[in-house]
């Protein structure tokens, strides 16, 4: 089943378009750096080197970009992929064939990863294009080089393993990728419109912002914390681990008691 669905996903035009999207916005970030034109013999006395460089460690309008589209582009890739099984009646042909359940747990599943993808590509792809023109120089506290202060997420990490940090930041990413593609997978068992179920996410991702910033910090918001280098709380961990838990419950429940399939 899991090929099946990855045969599909290299199908559907929409994935392409999303990631697309993704990597041009991440690669004119590069392009549009200054620093890439320098020579490496104007790094020797210089210490910005890679890192301080990478879109994840600077705001600028190409982060932005991302920022404001991020829950749009991870849903648009594949979560209205089961509400086409539905309403095609494709799916009454995989059910035939495979247990009901596990089709919806492996569809649950491939959505997230894909979403995760999705929008952790371009931030690989940024890394590599500036690993390419730039030295990658070990981030330094000395000379105001350094774009992660001591408050914000894992300094220590940063300072003396400053690729793991990248890909922390990355794999967070990747996780709230797949919980905002999933909010939108679950809604697909009460809409039928796949307008509907891709903007539900981006509702809820700027109704988590405005709501978090008032009650708690705008630190705490996904919207800035997923983008910006803020320091680590437990709520990083606590926000998508409650919503995949609830969205599994609601998909996987409401799939099985769903009379259309």
């Known amino acids: 089943m899991i090929k099946i669905e990855i045969k599909r996903i290299f199908k559907r035009t929409s994935f392409y378009v999303a990631l697309l999207v993704g990597i041009t916005i991440a690669s004119f970030e590069v392009f549009s750096n200054n620093h890439i034109r320098l020579s490496s013999q104007d790094f020797i006395d210089f210490s ?4 301080n460089n990478l879109m994840l460690y600077n705001i600028g309008k190409y982060v932005r970009m991302l920022q404001m589209l991020f829950p749009l582009i991870v849903t648009v890739a594949f979560a209205d992929a089961y509400l086409e099984d ?4 494709f799916i009454k042909n995989i059910i035939t064939r495979y247990d009901k359940k596990k089709y919806l747990i492996n569809r649950f599943l491939v959505n997230f990863v894909v979403s995760g993808l999705i929008i952790s590509i371009p931030f690989i792809i940024n890394y590599m294009l500036y690993a390419s023109f730039i030295p990658s120089i070990e981030p330094k506290v000395f000379f105001s080089s350094s774009v992660v202060e001591p ?3 894992l300094p220590y990490i940063y300072f003396n393993f400053p690729l793991l940090h990248v890909f922390l930041r990355i794999f967070l990413l990747f996780i709230y990728a797949g919980t905002f593609s999933s909010i939108a997978l679950a809604g697909s068992i009460y809409f039928r419109n796949k307008y509907v179920i891709t ?3 981006f509702i809820v991702y700027i109704a988590m912002d405005v709501i978090i910033t008032m009650v708690l910090n705008y630190r705490y918001s996904p919207m800035i914390f997923l983008f910006r280098t803020t320091g680590y709380n437990h709520i990083f961990t606590a926000i998508p681990l409650i919503l995949i838990i609830a969205c599994f419950s609601i998909f996987i429940n409401g ?7």
Not at 86 to 89: D, L, Q, T
Not at 255 to 261: A, C, D, P, S, V
């Open 255 to 261: 799939g099985m008691k769903n009379e259309l399939i």
């Open 199 to 201: 903007i539900i996410p």
């Open 151 to 153: 408050r914000d997420f």
């Open 86 to 89: 539905v309403k095609s009646g």
């Open 48 to 51: 910005n080197g890679a890192y």
